[in-house]
């Protein structure tokens, strides 16, 4: 089955712009993670989306923000965009089920990322 | 608060040679634990998991809830394993949400 598939793979934005980034989970993974990756600080824990709803939000400014559709594809939003925003997004999806601990529904599967460079 | 550290950006062993990559996290309850791997020019992608207990390309992991730790050792390193290696911890309570450390970095030379 298809992977996680997350567009556009490259973009180049300027100071002040704002951007929006698309993911598409695997085939019937209801839940999305977003995922901000830096050489310095490894990933950084955005949100997570299940049905539409946000359940979890990391520390991040409100200048983060995201949604999910109907048919489980998500975008994320980044506005007035800063130097320090460039970065790769990556995307996940998984099962994430409540009660779910240790039945390898937690495990997430990632997107290739979008490549976000803010000059 | 909800942690994971890994001491260690870069580590670098010779082919042959054991390598252990060092996980500790920081949390109370019962999480599961995982490690993720991001060969070059490839996804981030699943290693292994605490819960299934089986050694994923020859690699093991056990879960030290004493020392809080989740260290990933392999008794004989090999080139295709230089990597990106992330350590992750996903709560059993608090919201759907998986915590990452910031990765080490492993180079094995020939």
């Known amino acids: 089955k298809a992977g996680v598939t997350q567009t556009p793979r490259y973009l180049i934005k300027t100071r002040g712009q704002q951007v929006t980034l698309s993911c598409s989970p695997i085939?019937?993974?209801?839940?999305v993670s977003w995922y901000q990756q830096t050489p310095g600080q490894g990933l950084q824990f955005l949100f997570e989306y299940f049905s539409e709803t946000q359940r979890n939000k990391g520390n991040f400014p409100g200048r983060f923000s995201g949604r999910q559709f109907s048919n489980s594809r998500s975008e994320m939003n980044v506005s007035t965009l800063e130097l320090g925003d460039s970065a790769l997004y990556l995307c996940a999806s998984s099962l994430f089920l409540a009660g779910a601990q240790g039945s390898g529904a937690n495990v997430l599967t990632f997107g290739a990322g979008s490549r976000l460079t803010v000059l | 608060a909800q942690r994971v550290t890994q001491p260690e950006k870069l580590l670098s062993v010779f082919k042959g040679a054991p390598v252990e990559l060092k996980c500790n996290y920081s949390?109370?309850?019962?999480?599961?634990l995982f490690w993720y791997v991001q060969y070059s020019r490839q996804r981030l992608q699943l290693l292994l998991r605490h819960i299934s207990r089986e050694s994923i390309k020859g690699f093991t992991a056990d879960l030290n809830k004493g020392e809080t730790s989740f260290h990933l050792k392999k008794p004989f390193a090999q080139e295709e394993d230089s990597a990106m290696y992330y350590c992750?911890?996903?709560?059993?309570?608090?919201?759907?949400?998986?915590?990452f450390g910031a990765g080490t970095r492993l180079f094995v030379k020939a």
């Open positions: 992750a911890l996903k709560p059993d309570t608090g919201g759907f949400k998986t915590i």
């Open positions: 085939s019937g993974h209801r839940s």
């Open positions: 949390y109370s309850g019962s999480p599961e």
